[in-house]
């Protein structure tokens, strides 16, 4: 089956720990990205990647890490957690991308 | 510069009405335009896409899409909703070239019997 998986699902961490969400997809695309979904704001880019070793940064890049070693993984890096990061992400998957994504079933965190 | 408008934060309908959700974007050249669906603590599925061609876009779930260039809008209709329709809604505008893909704010959509 054709799909982006993340994880985890949830996590709850605190102020300043480093944590990983790691993100993989199955179908070859060239096309991978981070959207944080907050209330009254809708989806918002993190940070995108054309390709392996291909990154750069969406419409709120601060705070957070990417690396594209392999095409089918894209992990999000959070080195030095804070509140403010609290906030429902997504990763996606795109052949290209204006094509559309394809989305994960998010990870929801909590920074306390 | 880019951007997508969904004039509607919420909607609610009854079961069986017809539902128009509107969508209004910005885009220098000749957009893709995608609808998704959120329903509560799920990701955002594709509900249907334009690219080119025929301006009625059909979809999946019953739901359809008007393509107006003259409007720039990109509204998404279902004749008769169902209970199960009940979801958040987004719109997204993209492009050919680059990374250039953008949603707007989302409708949520609320179905009373």
């Known amino acids: 089956e054709a799909q982006v998986t993340q994880n985890p699902r949830y996590l709850i961490t605190v102020t300043g720990k480093k944590l990983t969400v790691t993100c993989s997809q199955n179908?070859?695309?060239?096309?991978m990205s981070w959207y944080r979904q907050d209330p009254g704001l809708g989806l918002r880019q993190i940070y995108y990647?054309?390709?392996?070793?291909?990154?750069d940064k969406g419409d709120v890049p601060e705070g957070y890490k990417v690396s594209r070693k392999e095409k089918r993984n894209f992990p999000l890096i959070l080195e030095s957690p804070s509140p403010n990061q609290t906030s429902l992400y997504f990763c996606?998957?795109?052949?290209?991308?204006?094509?559309?994504?394809?989305f994960g079933s998010g990870t929801r965190l909590t920074v306390v | 510069a880019q951007s997508v408008t969904q004039p509607d934060i919420h909607i609610t309908v009854s079961e069986g009405a017809s539902l128009e959700l509107r969508c209004n974007y910005s885009?220098?050249?000749?957009?893709?335009l995608f609808w998704y669906v959120q329903s509560p603590g799920q990701g955002l599925q594709l509900l249907l896409k334009?690219?080119?061609?025929?301006?009625l876009v059909q979809g999946i779930k019953g739901f359809e899409a008007e393509f107006k260039r003259s409007q720039s809008s990109f509204n998404l209709r279902k004749p008769s909703v169902h209970w199960s329709d009940a979801a958040e809604y987004f719109c997204?505008?993209?492009?050919?070239?680059?990374?250039?893909?953008?949603f707007g704010t989302g409708t949520s959509l609320t179905v009373i019997p």
């Open positions: 990647s054309m390709n392996v070793e291909v990154t």
């Open positions: 334009y690219f080119s061609g025929d301006t």
């Open positions: 885009y220098g050249a000749t957009p893709y």
């Open positions: 179908m070859n695309h060239e096309y």
């Open positions: 996606a998957s795109s052949p290209r991308g204006g094509y559309g994504y394809t």
């Open positions: 997204a505008v993209g492009a050919n070239t680059g990374n250039q893909f953008y």
